[in-house]
């Protein structure tokens, strides 16, 4: 009897031992890629021990996946690019809701779901980039003008396909209207200087070669030329200024909502929020800190400051049935 005592008290051991490294690690889903998040995750692991499992893909693929796997998904986090792939997870039922303090402390009302079920903890600015030996910054003003005869032949502009240009749209029909949106984008393609751009990064080096004088770009696209040496013609340009502000979006996450480990989850979600964090999952890609508090990286402080469009990202998704459709018919590719 005393050797079978030992022996069950050696396998509730290694049970035991068995569910407390099974609970200390963590599956994430990521449309950002591994080499922009590894130094986020390797800075947790340090801190806390915890492993990662990382799956990276496409934002479609790991919804779908996510959709398929329902209860049986290995997943604990979902991280993925611009508010509008992020809506889509939670309209899609995929992401379960956080009531944190200090989530809600650390990461604005306007950047994150008004179910809590997401959160943004990186801003992007889609602003004007423009070749500055021709054009002179006090000739550009809005998203608007740019669909004014003076920007005739000199505009390029990344595909409509991308989720990026959509929420773009998106938040113009929350402002502007379908009617005075549509006005704008159908200028916006009568202005082409050439066809549509797959990438930012090209539609910035047409801009930067001459090829055309402006074009609508994410910051860190920009950031990451920069960086290479490769932006010595270019310039960024914040519109609306007088006005709304500039359009802003996100890179965020939210907990899964059949996660194996979800106070793991919601440990590891507010601790992106913090200042140690913000300065790594930022600055590693030439982001903006969505916890306020946090300074940027310098070189993407070295743009300056400006005015952003406060309306809620959210609207990116909600939206963006009805921008795609406005832009076929404007007959943007």
């Known amino acids: 009897m005393k050797r079978i005592a030992l022996t069950l008290a050696a396998v509730a051991a290694l049970t035991a031992c068995s569910q407390q490294e099974a609970s200390n690690e963590l599956v994430i889903y990521s449309a950002r890629n591994e080499t922009l998040m590894k130094p986020i995750l390797d800075k947790y692991t340090e801190k806390t021990g915890t492993e990662f499992q990382l799956i990276t893909d496409k934002e479609a693929p790991l919804l779908e996946r996510l959709k398929a796997e329902g209860e049986n998904t290995p997943a604990d986090i979902l991280i993925t690019v611009d508010a ?112 549509v751009f797959s990438s930012d990064t090209k539609m910035m080096e047409a801009v930067n070669a001459g090829q055309c004088d402006v074009g609508i770009g994410n ?59 913000q300065e790594i999952f930022a600055g590693v890609n030439y982001e903006f800190p969505a916890n306020s508090s946090v300074p940027s990286d310098p070189l993407v402080a070295g743009w300056g400051t400006f005015k952003q469009d406060i309306i809620d990202v959210e609207t990116a998704g909600s939206m963006q049935a009805d921008a795609v459709k406005l832009m076929d018919r404007a007959g943007y590719l």
Do not use: M
């Open 219 to 277: 910051t860190y696209y920009y950031g990451r030329l920069q960086a290479k040496g490769a932006a010595e013609n270019i310039a960024l340009f914040w519109p609306n200024q007088n006005d709304r502000g500039v359009h802003v979006n996100v890179s965020g996450a939210g907990k899964v909502k059949h996660a194996k480990h979800p106070e793991n989850a919601v440990a590891f979600l507010e601790w992106l929020s913090s200042p140690e964090a």
């Open 84 to 195: 509008g792939n992020l809506w889509h997870a939670s309209e899609n039922g995929v992401l379960a809701s956080v009531e944190s303090d200090t989530l809600n402390k650390n990461i604005p009302a306007n950047l994150k779901s008004s179910k809590n079920d997401w959160f943004g903890f990186s801003v992007r600015a889609r602003t004007i980039v423009y070749n500055t030996d021709a054009v002179d910054p006090s000739e550009l003003s809005t998203y608007e003008d740019l669909a004014t005869e003076k920007w005739k032949d000199r505009l390029c502009l990344r595909t409509s396909k991308k989720v990026y240009n959509q929420s773009l749209v998106a938040t113009l029909i929350s402002t502007l209207g379908e009617d005075q949106t549509q006005e704008v984008v159908e200028g916006w393609v009568s202005n082409l200087a050439t066809d």
